[in-house]
């Protein structure tokens, strides 16, 4: 039996986020299972690093029930990031050059060495340098933002621009700190660190087990995206966007006018 077209779909999805072109989803007409949508994914990494990108952390998706039930998808994802993707704290981003952006609060830590697969949570803080607010622009290449659970794999989780805070040391408890998303000076969303698996900490165990069943291992100064702490909010030209998480300081981007 012929499996699907990896390379196919990677062209395809790649091609729509190149132009902002939305397209329909791939996975029921082309048999795609989830672990050919990773294989997918790696075939669209390839296709940054031969342009020049670098492979520079992970991201986790949909470690919240609210993003869960946001886009219909029940199971915890991992997703690639690259130099490309990064926006400096207070920078910039072009709406147009995206289909339908999306920004969302998140916790990042800095990684000091090789965690190894199944690290209990309690060796952390010897796995990681630093903890940041955060904030991942997130954008599906799915017309009406609607994918299944191997579509939104191959699509690398929808992952499209992030931007790092100041690094700070890590605080005794990640488990329960106040969470807010501002859009132009007013709260949209209000969350807790707690909505990302109970503890983001927790998140960086799945991510190291997850991406291990793919032959990935997390690198010595990478950056990992724990994931939303809340759901999602349509991001739009002109818009200052700050993410605030206790303890931690804020982050932030304006969308271009």
Do not use: C
């Amino acid at each position: 039996m012929i499996g699907p077209d990896i390379a196919g779909i990677a062209d395809k999805l790649g091609a729509a986020a190149d132009t902002a072109t939305a397209i329909p989803q791939l996975a029921a007409e082309t048999g795609l299972d989830v672990d050919a949508a990773y294989a997918v994914q790696t075939a669209l990494l390839q296709r940054r690093l031969d342009r020049g990108e670098r492979l520079v952390g992970l991201k986790m998706g949909l470690t919240s029930k609210a993003k869960m039930a946001q886009v219909g998808v029940d199971e915890v994802i991992w997703g690639r990031l690259t130099d490309a993707m990064r926006v400096p704290d207070g920078g910039s981003v072009d709406v147009a050059g995206f289909i339908h952006p999306r920004v969302e609060p998140e916790v990042a830590f800095l990684l000091d060495r090789l965690p190894e697969p199944g690290e209990p949570v309690g060796a952390f803080t010897e796995a990681v340098r630093a903890v940041a607010p955060a904030i991942e622009l997130i954008d599906s290449r799915y017309a009406n933002f609607t994918f299944s659970l191997p579509d939104v794999v191959a699509d690398n989780t929808s992952a499209a621009a992030f931007v790092v805070g100041p690094w700070s040391p890590v605080p005794d408890g990640l488990d329960n700190l106040g969470v807010l998303l501002e859009i132009d000076g007013r709260v949209a969303q209000v969350g807790s660190t707690a909505a990302i698996l109970g503890d983001p900490r927790r998140a960086l165990d799945e991510g190291i087990r997850l991406a291990g069943r793919h032959g990935v291992r997390l690198r010595e100064g990478w950056v990992f995206l724990a994931g939303a702490a809340t759901a999602a909010v349509p991001l739009r030209p002109g818009a200052h966007v700050r993410a605030v998480v206790e303890k931690l300081g804020t982050a932030s981007l304006r969308a271009a006018a």
